[in-house]
């Protein structure tokens, strides 16, 4: 069965400092991979998706993801951390019936 | 940009009690979809619907009810409320060859 999981609960970084939030996935076959980033009393806002393809998917607002087949991973980068980044980011997978499976999120706070 | 929109925004309801949320899509999307969101945790499916009149067991869907009137409108009904659907509900549609996009939420806290 697909499932999630994303080993951070909470991740503190510094404005300007570089950022990585990690993604473990499980699924038999080729995934199709997303990160969606839910700022506070929002609904969830896709930031980027791997289609089977290159391995390095650009997204919104200087955020990328690289996905790992070997390491069956999909995590989220950025260089440059800005307070507005300020959320929780979920990571999901894509089932066969097209059905997204949800990490537990990770809640990026933002130091000044 | 594809629009969800849901009612209401929160709702305090009573154990044992029947609450309808509503969800409303404007972008001929085919799919629809039911989330809960607990605290701390990530999205789950209860029911979701590929086309109207017709709708599909997700992950958890004990306890609830869907209804898709319309290819528009998808609602999700919880006959008798309890403390244990306390949550934020969210909606999604999509179509063919796209991502989902997401509603603002529904905060449910049921007494």
């Known amino acids: 069965a697909q499932s999630v999981t994303q080993p951070d609960a909470r991740v503190t970084v510094s404005e300007g400092a570089s950022l990585q939030l990690r993604c473990k996935y499980s699924y038999f076959g080729t995934p199709y991979l997303f990160w969606y980033v839910q700022y506070p009393r929002q609904g969830l806002q896709l930031l980027l998706k791997?289609?089977?393809?290159?391995?390095v998917v650009q997204g919104v607002n200087g955020f990328e993801a690289e996905f790992s087949k070997s390491n069956s991973s999909f995590h989220l980068r950025k260089a440059s951390v800005h307070w507005s980044d300020w959320a929780v980011y979920f990571c999901?997978?894509?089932?066969?019936?097209?059905?997204?499976?949800f990490g537990s999120g990770t809640k990026l706070t933002v130091e000044p | 940009e594809a629009a969800v929109t849901q009612s209401p925004r929160s709702k305090v309801a009573v154990t044992g009690g029947k609450v309808t949320l509503s969800c409303h899509q404007t972008?001929?999307?085919?799919?629809m979809y039911w989330y809960r969101q607990d605290t701390g945790h990530g999205l789950r499916l209860i029911h979701y619907s590929y086309v109207a009149d017709s709708t599909e067991k997700g992950d958890i869907p004990d306890g609830y009810k869907a209804s898709r009137p319309s290819q528009e409108n998808f609602s999700l009904i919880l006959e008798l409320a309890s403390l244990s659907q306390t949550a934020v509900y969210f909606c999604?549609?999509?179509?063919?060859?796209?991502?989902?996009?997401f509603g603002p939420g529904t905060r449910l806290t049921v007494l």
């Open positions: 999604a549609s999509r179509d063919w060859g796209t991502e989902q996009f």
């Open positions: 791997y289609y089977p393809g290159d391995p």
């Open positions: 972008n001929n999307h085919d799919y």
């Open positions: 999901a997978v894509r089932s066969n019936y097209n059905v997204l499976y």
